[in-house]
T-cell receptor, first 112, second 116 residues
Framework: AQTVTQSQPEMSVQEAETVTLSCTYD???????LFWYKQPPSRQMILVIR??????QNATENRFSVNFQKAAKSFSLKISDSQLGDTAMYFC?????????FGTGTRLKVLA | DSGVTQTPKHLITATGQRVTLRCSPR?????VYWYQQSLDQGLQFLIQ???????AKGNILERFSAQQFPDLHSELNLSSLELGDSALYFC???????????????FGQGTRLTVV
């Protein structure tokens, strides 16, 4: 069975600093997608970034980038130049046909 | 705005009652997913429909059922409600039903269900 593990329940970072959120997953599949979603206090789920497993190049979206290590089944999110608006729950998600599984989330607080 | 519409936004009902949550996916999306998020919890996958047919099932209780209609909107029916069913129920939609281009899911704003 596929599982997604986020081992950091809570993290904090100073404004303008860089923070990395960890995610590991377990699968025997070769073709799948990985995502990071952000859930601010409004509780809206917002897609932050996605990574196709067949692509070796790490995805980047402005201040957000991932470190995808397929062999290690690791998919971490790096947030550069953290902003107060980045304060939210961050969920890692795994997708393959018939499965869209989320981790338990990391609560990130950006400190002024 | 994700383009996914969920109604109602809030719902308060009594134990033992039945409610229906509605989801309209983004234009062109064929898949609809339902998730349950209890307070300060992660997202529990309930069920997925693709083009009108059930595609995958998660931890959905027998008291819960769902369907996707020909116009691709979906409804989640919750019956014999219990206090523990109080949660935020999310609907998400995607173009495909599995890996491929544009398969990420876009979420609605959720329906907050309170059972009293």
């Amino acid at each position: 069975a596929q599982t997604v593990t986020q081992s950091q329940p809570e993290m904090s970072v100073q404004e303008a600093e860089t923070v990395t959120l960890s995610c590991t997953y377990d699968t025997s599949e070769n073709n799948y997608y990985l995502f990071w979603y952000k859930q601010p206090p409004s509780r809206q789920m917002i897609l932050v970034i996605r990574q196709e497993a067949y692509k070796q190049q790490n995805a980047t979206e402005n201040r957000f980038s991932v470190n995808f290590q397929k062999a290690a089944k690791s998919f971490s999110l790096k947030i550069s130049d953290s902003q107060l608006g980045d304060t939210a729950m961050y969920f890692c998600a795994f997708m393959k046909p018939g499965k869209y599984i989320f981790g338990t989330g990391t609560r990130l607080k950006v400190l002024a | 705005d994700s383009g996914v519409t969920q109604t109602p936004k809030h719902l308060i009902t009594a134990t033992g009652q039945r409610v229906t949550l509605r989801c309209s996916p983004r234009s062109g999306d064929l898949s609809v997913y339902w998730y349950q998020q209890s307070l300060d919890q992660g997202l529990q996958f309930l069920i997925q429909y693709y083009n009108g047919e059930e595609r995958a099932k998660g931890n959905i209780l027998e008291r819960f059922s769902a369907q996707q209609f020909p116009d691709l909107h979906s409804e989640l029916n919750l019956s014999s409600l219990e206090l523990g069913d109080s949660a935020l129920y999310f609907c998400a939609s995607s173009v495909g039903g599995g890996p491929g281009r544009n398969t990420e899911a876009f979420f609605g704003q959720g329906t907050r269900l309170t059972v009293v």
